[in-house]
């Protein structure tokens, strides 16, 4: 069968180039060797997390603001509710990279935010209580994506537009020519112009010559001890939290199955075919250990984890690029736990790219460079 792209791997990137791709016209076939959304890569877990001061750096800024529209235009295309703004809190001392770099986005682009001190934060949001020597950025356009519902109104808008959607159908081998490209499976040939690679953690054994490395996170999902009304949305914005220099951990409020939360990076390497999918108590202590400093009613049972991969690269920021071999092909987004939220937009702009075979994005931090 002949298509003009093929889109290997329909998680939050895939499903949401398929879309972008199709709603263009183009004709488009894509493989997934799950039946997504599913629980075994990196869109999953109930919630991700949206911001504008994006402190990782401010090429980011101009990205998210884009999917915020794209999020928000795909609720009215599909009538569902993706994106619930929450207001977001940033949490370190003054010198650390949170605080920082959220405050250099902020001003650079001009971000509506406000800078509290500590007893600012703990009276504004009682669910959080940092030290004294921390202070906050607060940004009111933050909030929570929803994953599942996220990648699902994706794809059901791609089928729409005549996608060709194959799931529990991994890809095998592939060739690529002057002619264009090959997919072979076990159930299937296929031959495009183009292909896409949106293989998360399946990506390091397809793309050797990459430094990617796939690691281990766990979610953990916690029920308040007291105050449960302080955890409610409303009362309890996102938050992300810089303990010490270059280690931090997340969460929400309580969204109906608990208060989240979990360590950004940290984890253990691991490959997704063999990953250890089974939370050990040790973890859950060391969880436990961060909570009373900055959390302290959320000492209440644990209500469930739940384990995702970080597809990482070197420097921490994304790969969007043509194939260092094979122009016809592009690879799409390790993005180093922190890309779920732009995932509307990289969609789009990977769309634009193929459509117009030129790449119009921030080639110095998204290009290949290795």
């Known amino acids: 069968m002949t298509f003009s792209v093929i889109v290997a791997g329909l998680g939050a990137m895939g499903s949401a180039v398929a879309f972008h791709l199709a709603r263009r016209g183009v004709r488009v076939i894509g493989l997934d060797r799950f039946a997504p959304p599913h629980p075994f890569g990196s869109s999953h877990g109930e919630s991700r997390i949206i911001r504008e001061a994006y402190f990782e750096h401010p090429a980011y800024v101009p990205l998210v603001q884009r999917a915020y529209r794209l ?5 009215v295309l599909t009538g569902e509710s993706l994106l619930r703004i929450t ?4 949490l370190g001392a003054p ?3 949170i605080i920082t770099g959220a405050l250099c986005s902020a001003q650079i682009h001009g971000l509506a935010h406000e800078v509290l001190t500590a007893s600012e934060v703990r009276k504004r949001f009682p669910a959080l209580q940092p030290p004294e020597t921390f202070i906050a950025v607060y940004e009111p356009r933050a909030g929570v994506l929803r994953p599942e519902a996220c990648v699902a109104a994706h794809l059901r808008m791609a089928a729409r537009y005549g996608t060709v959607l194959h799931f529990e159908e991994p890809v095998r081998e592939w060739r690529a020519g002057e002619d ?3 997919v072979i499976t076990e159930r299937g040939r296929y031959s495009a112009d183009r292909m896409v690679w949106c293989l998360g953690a399946w ?3 397809w793309l050797p010559a990459a430094p990617l490395w796939v690691e281990r996170q766990v979610m953990f999902w916690f029920r308040p001890a ?3 009304e302080n955890f409610a949305p409303g009362r309890c914005p996102i938050y992300i939290v810089e303990f010490a220099p270059e280690r931090s951990f997340y969460g929400f409020p309580d969204l109906g199955a608990g208060v989240k939360v979990a360590r950004h990076h940290g984890g253990e390497p691991c490959a997704p075919e063999t990953v250890r999918r089974v939370v050990g108590e040790e973890e859950v202590e060391a969880m436990r250990g961060l909570l ?3 959390l302290p009613g959320l000492s209440g049972p644990l209500m469930r984890t739940e384990v995702c991969l970080y597809t990482n690269t070197p420097d921490g920021h994304f790969l969007l690029d043509r194939h260092p071999e094979h ?3 592009f690879v799409v987004s390790p993005c180093s736990g922190h890309g779920f939220k732009f995932s509307s937009a990289i969609g789009e702009l990977v769309a634009e790219a193929i459509r117009n075979d030129a790449i119009q994005y921030e080639r110095r931090l998204f290009g290949w460079r290795w």
């Open 87 to 90: 207001g977001g809190v940033l």
């Open 292 to 294: 009373p400093r900055f």
């Open 180 to 182: 264009g490209v090959e």
């Open 71 to 75: 999020w928000q235009e795909l609720e």
């Open 203 to 205: 990506l390091p054994a």
């Open 226 to 228: 007291r105050d449960a």
């Open 95 to 97: 010198e650390s990279k």
């Open 327 to 329: 122009p016809q092909v």
